[in-house]
């Protein structure tokens, strides 16, 4: 939450790196770099 990840918030998946980790996400405007353990734990509705 602390990164505007929040509830009915629209996230596309912008890049993912060769072996899966980093992933870049676009997001209320900005990009951000989330590694892998903690894209997993993103809950989507």
Known sequence: MDMGVTKNVE???RKV???GDPIEVNLRGYE??????DADIIEVC
């Open 17 to 19: 790196a060769p072996l």
């Open 32 to 37: 951000l770099s989330l590694r892998k353990d």
């Open 11 to 13: 996230i596309f998946v």
